[in-house]
């Protein structure tokens, strides 16, 4: 027997077993106690806390996006509509690395720097777990692409959506401008929960101007999705509310007729009913493309547009501002009859220039010899006698050529249903003390006299103009909008020129239809087969000056700096439904150049589409009332 085992104590060492049972029963306990806790804890006390967790990633609330209102002519011809388009959006959370996302996602669809450059911009404002857009308008190729290659890139979608198209592309350009992707100034300023579904919104044009009828409210849907984030199911939905459709006073087929007619020439011609305001037509030429800008142009492109000499970014109808020209002339002479300065049978000599009292300068007559030894009014207003109107300002002064001009809607902004519109200049001699700084001269309201000088208008205001000599002194805010749903809308009537006599008007209007009937008519070359009456009235107005003893030769200048060409006339003469102003820019001559097209926009209106066959139904009633009487005189 060994030492050892003599010494084993058998007393001890049930005394240790039963220690250590004793200790592994206690930790034993304590740790399903702290189980018993913990689990206690996240299934009783914590409950609502980690249900709430729970449902926040499991359930999403997503906006909806509403339907964006539909625009169309008069006609129901579609001008603005809403096309299905897909888009590839991210979730950042629900990436492991943004970086190694977008790697991937460019091997399998390639993205230009600019998408990757938009996407980190609109990433930096977006709220969490929100869907941002990295490239828009992908294709089908793209999206097979990318199922095949989910697993790779989990937290990416494809998201089908609704964007604005413009099936007429250039031809409504200016006027209805277009939509694009909100900017961060805007993000400043619309509501943030009803765009919390829209991506674009209206930046120019009437979608800027209706941006509130057009956009709708915002709808939402309760959504169960799966750890990748992929909708499983929806729980709740709330549809949005679309925008509203609204329908324009303008004719497609006249706006076609009126851009075609500026032959891709520089200009504007602008077309409205003179006892309705209703615009009819309204181009500016050249033009472009707006659906190059619903979502996003590219920087090429864009390039293109703005370096382009001619300008077709620049609105022409509603930001260019021209000189009248010898257009403003029936309303001066009106204005001479008004104030009782003139007869219609007042004769003025005219030897080919005029001068004022004690004052050597000779304003020139555009035609060197005159129009003869003595002119009357008519005769002035048709042969477009400079003399005699520099003659008629300079007895009505100033202050009553603007007072007179301003109730024609000259000087200020027409009120048109559209954004960026220019107000043009009626200057009087506050207007030049406070823009100047100095007095006003005659010899200033010589110039305005013949619609020259500091005198501004835009297409638009000439338009405007035309309306109140054609509906004898009604001025009405032109309108684009002539319906909401099939609500109308009617063009607000801001003035009316009751105290001017009909005799006056008689007058005018008489003047006017011999520019187009007279022997000596500046647009006589109009009146060949015309069907009705038509009253109209030339102008050309001076880019640069020409030195005095000099004579214009538009051979010796740039083509910028020749002449522009203006024409303005409503018909029929004696029952006006149309009021037409045109503007070729360096077109030098208004009688043959801006004169035609006038008459084109206002056969396509009073006549019809030759392409049918046959007058619209409601033209050819039109033309039933007045022909045998107008067309006949």
Same mark, same amino acid.
């Given at each position: 027997?060994?030492?050892?085992?003599?010494?084993?104590?058998?007393?001890?060492?049930?005394?240790?077993?039963?220690?250590?049972?004793?200790?592994?029963?206690?930790?034993?306990?304590?740790?399903?106690?702290?189980?018993?806790?913990?689990?206690?804890?996240?299934?009783?006390?914590?409950?609502?806390?980690?249900?709430?967790?729970?449902?926040?990633?499991?359930?999403?609330?997503?906006?909806?996006?509403?339907?964006?209102?539909?625009?169309?002519?008069?006609?129901?011809?579609?001008?603005?509509?809403?096309?299905?388009?897909?888009?590839?959006?991210?979730?950042?959370?629900?990436?492991?690395?943004?970086?190694?996302?977008?790697?991937?996602?460019?091997?399998?669809?390639?993205?230009?720097?600019?998408?990757?450059?938009?996407?980190?911009?609109?990433? *930096?404002?977006?709220?969490?777990?929100?869907?941002?857009?990295?490239?828009?308008?992908?294709?089908?190729?793209?999206?097979?692409?990318?199922?095949?290659?989910?697993?790779?890139?989990?937290?990416?979608?494809?998201?089908?959506?609704?964007?604005?198209?413009?099936?007429?592309?250039?031809?409504?350009?200016?006027?209805?401008?277009?939509?694009?992707?909100?900017?961060?100034?805007?993000?400043?300023?619309?509501?943030?929960?009803?765009? *919390?579904?829209?991506?674009?919104?209206?930046?120019?044009?009437?979608?800027?101007?209706?941006?509130?009828?057009?956009?709708?409210?915002?709808?939402?849907?309760?959504?169960?999705?799966?750890?990748?984030?992929?909708?499983?199911?929806?729980?709740?939905?709330?549809?949005?509310?679309?925008?509203?459709?609204?329908?324009?006073?303008?004719?497609?087929?006249?706006?076609?007729?009126?851009?075609?007619?500026?032959?891709?020439?520089?200009?504007?011609?602008?077309?409205?009913?003179?006892?309705?305001?209703?615009?009819?037509?309204?181009?500016?030429?050249?033009?472009?493309?707006?659906?190059?800008?619903?979502?996003?142009?590219?920087?090429?492109?864009?390039?293109?547009?703005?370096?382009?000499?001619?300008?077709?970014?620049?609105?022409?109808?509603?930001?260019?501002?021209?000189?009248?020209?010898?257009?403003?002339?029936?309303?001066?002479?009106?204005?001479?009859?008004?104030?009782?300065?003139?007869?219609?049978?007042?004769?003025?000599?005219?030897?080919?220039?005029?001068?004022?009292?004690?004052?050597?300068?000779?304003?020139?007559?555009?035609?060197?010899?005159?129009?003869?030894?003595?002119?009357?009014?008519?005769?002035?207003?048709?042969?477009?006698?400079?003399?005699?109107?520099?003659?008629?300002?300079?007895?009505?002064?100033?202050?009553?050529?603007?007072?007179?001009?301003?109730?024609?809607?000259?000087?200020?902004?027409?009120?048109?249903?559209?954004?960026?519109?220019?107000?043009?200049?009626?200057?009087?001699?506050?207007?030049?003390?406070?823009?100047?700084?100095?007095?006003?001269?005659?010899?200033?309201?010589?110039?305005?006299?013949?619609?020259?000088?500091?005198?501004?208008?835009?297409?638009?205001?000439?338009?405007?103009?035309?309306?109140?000599?054609?509906?004898?002194?009604?001025?009405?805010?032109?309108?684009?909008?002539?319906?909401?749903?099939?609500?109308?809308?009617?063009?607000?009537?801001?003035?009316?020129?009751?105290?001017?006599?009909?005799?006056?008007?008689?007058?005018?209007?008489?003047?006017?239809?011999?520019?187009?009937?007279?022997?000596?008519?500046?647009?006589?070359?109009?009146?060949?087969?015309?069907?009705?009456?038509?009253?109209?009235?030339?102008?050309?107005?001076?880019?640069?000056?020409?030195?005095?003893?000099?004579?214009?030769?538009?051979?010796?200048?740039?083509?910028?700096?020749?002449?522009?060409?203006?024409?303005?006339?409503?018909?029929?003469?004696?029952?006006?439904?149309?009021?037409?102003?045109?503007?070729?820019?360096?077109?030098?001559?208004?009688?043959?150049?801006?004169?035609?097209?006038?008459?084109?926009?206002?056969?396509?209106?009073?006549?019809?589409?030759?392409?049918?066959?046959?007058?619209?139904?409601?033209?050819?009633?039109?033309?039933?009332?007045?022909?045998?009487?107008?067309?006949?005189?």
């Amino acid at each position: 027997m060994t030492r050892r085992q003599q010494l084993k104590n058998t007393f001890y060492e049930r005394r240790v077993y039963r220690y250590r049972v004793t200790i592994s029963i206690l930790i034993l306990m304590t740790m399903t106690m702290i189980v018993i806790g913990r689990y206690s804890q996240l299934q009783i006390s914590d409950y609502e806390i980690y249900k709430t967790q729970s449902d926040r990633n499991r359930i999403q609330l997503l906006p909806i996006a509403p339907k964006r209102g539909l625009i169309f002519d008069r006609n129901g011809l579609l001008l603005a509509e809403n096309i299905p388009s897909y888009t590839l959006t991210v979730v950042k959370e629900r990436l492991k690395s943004l970086d190694d996302t977008l790697a991937i996602i460019n091997e399998i669809i390639p993205l230009s720097d600019d998408d990757i450059e938009q996407f980190r911009k609109r990433l *930096s404002r977006r709220r969490p777990y929100e869907a941002v857009p990295l490239k828009f308008r992908v294709s089908e190729e793209d999206i097979g692409k990318l199922a095949v290659n989910r697993h790779r890139v989990p937290g990416v979608e494809i998201d089908a959506q609704l964007v604005r198209h413009y099936p007429q592309g250039e031809l409504f350009a200016h006027m209805l401008g277009y939509v694009g992707r909100i900017n961060e100034r805007e993000l400043d300023v619309i509501d943030p929960v009803n765009y *919390s579904g829209t991506h674009h919104i209206g930046k120019i044009g009437l979608e800027k101007y209706y941006e509130e009828l057009l956009h709708g409210t915002v709808g939402y849907q309760n959504v169960e999705s799966n750890a990748h984030g992929r909708i499983l199911r929806v729980l709740e939905r709330h549809d949005p509310l679309p925008g509203g459709d609204i329908t324009l006073n303008v004719d497609a087929y006249v706006q076609r007729v009126a851009y075609e007619a500026l032959q891709g020439q520089r200009g504007a011609i602008v077309a409205m009913e003179p006892h309705t305001g209703a615009i009819i037509a309204m181009v500016s030429a050249p033009s472009y493309d707006t659906n190059l800008f619903v979502n996003g142009i590219s920087s090429l492109d864009y390039k293109g547009l703005q370096n382009d000499p001619n300008l077709p970014l620049f609105n022409r109808a509603l930001q260019g501002q021209y000189p009248p020209a010898s257009t403003i002339k029936p309303m001066w002479g009106l204005a001479g009859l008004h104030y009782g300065v003139i007869k219609p049978t007042t004769r003025i000599p005219d030897p080919g220039w005029f001068s004022l009292p004690d004052d050597s300068r000779r304003y020139r007559d555009w035609k060197r010899t005159g129009h003869g030894a003595t002119v009357d009014l008519e005769q002035a207003v048709v042969e477009s006698c400079d003399v005699y109107f520099y003659e008629l300002a300079y007895k009505l002064g100033i202050d009553r050529l603007h007072s007179f001009g301003t109730r024609f809607g000259l000087g200020d902004a027409t009120g048109i249903d559209n954004t960026n519109e220019r107000s043009g200049l009626m200057p009087s001699r506050a207007w030049k003390e406070k823009s100047r700084g100095s007095h006003w001269y005659p010899g200033e309201t010589i110039n305005v006299g013949i619609g020259q000088g500091f005198m501004l208008t835009t297409p638009l205001q000439l338009a405007v103009a035309t309306s109140v000599i054609a509906s004898r002194g009604d001025l009405y805010a032109p309108r684009l909008l002539s319906s909401v749903g099939d609500e109308p809308v009617v063009a607000p009537l801001m003035g009316q020129m009751e105290d001017v006599s009909d005799a006056h008007w008689d007058s005018i209007t008489r003047s006017m239809e011999q520019v187009i009937y007279g022997d000596r008519g500046t647009g006589r070359s109009l009146q060949a087969g015309l069907a009705y009456r038509l009253a109209g009235k030339s102008g050309t107005a001076q880019v640069v000056g020409i030195a005095a003893g000099e004579e214009y030769d538009s051979s010796t200048l740039r083509e910028r700096n020749r002449d522009h060409a203006l024409f303005i006339a409503f018909a029929p003469a004696r029952d006006p439904k149309i009021a037409v102003a045109v503007v070729f820019e360096n077109g030098e001559h208004g009688g043959s150049v801006a004169g035609p097209a006038a008459r084109k926009v206002i056969d396509a209106y009073l006549l019809g589409d030759p392409s049918l066959g046959t007058a619209h139904d409601s033209k050819g009633q039109l033309l039933d009332a007045v022909a045998g009487v107008d067309a006949s005189e």
